[in-house]
């Protein structure tokens, strides 16, 4: 096989991994992006001369919304919430992708909460009446978009889910229901909005599909806007209420994109597994006319085996960078590169494979050896070359990859030159380059045989066979004289096997 050849085989086996990679490396990204929307919306209330009691229901509104888009970023979904900051009558503060909406209610105690959530339209304007308010009530209720005064009594956030915080929760519960029990026997028309305020409580945004966003309790949402005052959230801060990428992404999630890039790869090793095959059958085509059935077994075999590895390096890739990128697997390793990754996972997984082959006895263990110095040299150069062009290439992954075909061409090329060097020092010298080359000394039979040496045979078993007779005349054969000289046999050294020198 030539360095070309050798070359696109080495970037067949890491083009679909680099690719997988990058694609984990962008998943994690999306999550830290969504983080660090987080984080600069709670440090835009810096300055402001709200209490924390005051503002700590603002700080829960973009808490949840960016908690719930934090989790659907590393859940994969579409389903998105928004903070409206509307202040027209009974809006939601929350609106979402999925067609539901959130109203937001964070007071000292449970009870409060509830009763927030649970206020009618009469107490509304009872409240409008004691802070000045003109209107009577029929132009109160024709302004908020009411016909008549039907509704008095219905929840002024009927049809939103009631999100208070989450150490409230049950005691909201138990006070709701209380309300409930009394008004049934009391003031049956009242009872309904208490019920609907129970069926519709909740701690946290939920989207019915699995994503949801963090609860937050009333301490750590006060705590939040004294921070966020001062415009000081930090990354480190958010972690300790359980907000960093190593936190959300899930070790189901992690699976579920390492499958999705897996497949990616998978589609990329099969179009460069089987790009050579095809021309190959074309070219065939083209000069005999025919085309050949086996030609066409090899290209299924190519698709096959290049998708099948290519599947299993793409996800090992990618479920590494995730989990490095993201944290899972210590600081240290969050800063890097898909594509160190990707040069990595290739060398180990053709070491473990050719380490197979090692002990089915299909290999020796100086050919193994050598593999892996071979491809090391050549993943350096790949990995170099793929740096060097994308610097040049704005486009993302497309100009590693450009560079990294370049590098292992040029790669292959400078180890067989780097080889064919080495094998002729070791030749001259003796050198074992630490074992990876084998110095055989035994002398050929030959010139054993030449040298007088009886050469012991193995008996053979030879069947005999029928020889007919035949007449020879008798040949005159002059004789012949012959001078004793001296004979003198130069022994060569060179390359008898693969890294294995010997007498030739």
């Keep these: 096989m030539g360095a070309f050849e050798e070359g696109y085989a080495f970037f067949e086996k890491q083009a679909g991994v680099q690719y997988a990679g990058y694609e984990g490396g962008v998943y994690v990204d999306q999550v830290d992006a969504e983080i660090a929307k987080l984080i600069h919306d709670l440090n835009a209330f810096e300055g402001f001369k709200t209490t924390p009691d005051a503002l700590k229901g603002d700080i829960a509104e973009f808490w949840h919304a960016n908690t719930f888009n934090i ?32 109203g937001l209610k964070y007071y000292k105690t449970g009870a409060d909460s509830a009763k927030q959530q649970a206020k009618s339209v009469f107490e509304r304007f009872n409240e409008y009446k004691s802070a000045g308010g003109k209107d009577p009530l029929n132009v109160f209720l024709e302004k908020r978009g009411f016909t008549d005064d039907s509704v ?10 009631r999100v208070i915080p989450a150490d409230q929760l049950k005691e909201a519960c138990a006070w709701l229901r209380q309300k409930i029990a009394t008004e049934s026997t009391i003031r049956p028309e009242q009872m309904e909005r208490y019920q609907d305020t129970l069926r519709m409580l909740s701690d946290r945004l939920r989207d019915g599909q699995g994503t949801e966003s963090i609860p937050l309790t009333e301490a750590d949402a006060k705590a939040l806007a004294v921070l966020a005052k001062e415009g000081d959230i930090s990354a480190e801060k958010l972690k300790l209420l359980g907000v960093s990428a190593d936190e959300v992404i899930h070790f189901e999630y992690l699976a579920k994109q390492a499958f999705k890039s897996g497949l990616t790869a998978a589609t990329i090793s099969v179009v460069l597994n089987v790009a050579p095959e095809i021309y190959k059958a074309i070219d065939h085509l083209i000069k005999s006319g025919e085309l050949d059935e086996k030609q066409f077994q090899r290209i299924g075999f190519a698709a096959l085996q290049g998708g099948s590895e290519g599947f299993v390096r793409g996800n090992v890739s990618a479920a590494i960078t995730i989990a490095c990128k993201s944290g899972m697997l210590g ?3 969050k800063g890097i590169s898909p594509s160190i990754v990707g040069m990595a996972t290739v060398l180990a997984m053709d070491t473990m494979k050719n380490a197979f082959k090692v002990a089915a006895g299909k290999m020796t263990r100086s050919d193994l050896a050598q593999e892996m110095v071979k491809e090391l040299m050549i993943s350096s150069a ?25 590098g292992s061409a040029i790669g292959s090329f400078a180890y067989n030159c780097g080889y064919s060097a080495v094998m002729s020092f070791c030749i001259d010298t003796g050198f074992t380059m630490f074992g990876l080359v084998k110095q055989d000394y035994t002398l050929p039979e030959d010139v054993l045989e030449y040298i007088g040496i009886d050469v012991f045979q193995y008996e053979k078993f030879l069947p005999k066979q029928f020889q007919k007779e035949t007449f020879e005349p008798l040949n005159f054969n002059q004789r012949k004289f012959e001078a004793d000289t001296l004979g003198i046999h130069i022994l060569r050294r060179g390359v008898i096997g693969v890294s294995e020198i010997g007498y030739v």
Excluded: W
Excluded at 75 to 98: E, L, P
């Design 71 to 102: 989790n659907a970023t590393a859940r994969d979904t579409a389903n998105r919430a928004f903070v409206d900051r509307s202040h027209d009558f009974a809006s939601a503060d929350i609106s979402s992708s999925f067609e539901k909406l959130f």
């Design 382 to 406: 790949a990995l170099a070359g793929g740096t060097v062009v994308q610097s040049f290439i704005g486009t993302p992954v497309v100009g590693f990859m450009i560079g990294s075909f370049i």
């Design 331 to 333: 600081e240290a390793l």
């Design 152 to 161: 008095l009594h219905d929840p002024i956030y009927c049809g939103q889910v």
